[in-house]
């Protein structure tokens, strides 16, 4: 085999290890971005259903307490329960 034979070879195989090697790197990057973001997607839907749960206890309270105190939405009327009517 000619010396430009080997040296092509040489240089030919080195570019494909290369950019094996450069795929497998990508690859590996790109697996654990993805593997970061279901687990960011897996944390705020964790904390949704904390708030959807803190937002219903407050819901359910607030019915409790409607239920036991007379609330008015008008300012008409608040000003006319006050007595500056």
């Known amino acids: ?3 430009a034979a080997k040296l092509t070879l040489m240089g030919t195989s ?4 290369g950019i094996i090697a ?10 654990a971005a993805m593997h970061a973001g279901v ?3 897996m944390e705020q ?9 803190d937002f219903e206890i ?10 036991l105190q007379n609330v008015t939405d008008d ?4 000003g006319a329960q006050k007595g500056g009517g």
């Open 14 to 17: 080195l570019g494909a290890l």
């Open 39 to 41: 687990i960011r997607d």
């Open 1 to 3: 085999m000619s010396r």
């Open 75 to 78: 300012p008409v009327l608040k």
């Open 58 to 67: 407050q819901r359910q309270l607030e019915a409790e307490y409607r239920k």
């Open 45 to 53: 839907q964790k904390l949704k259903r904390e708030r959807q749960a």
């Open 22 to 31: 450069f795929v497998h790197h990508a690859q590996k990057v790109e697996k």
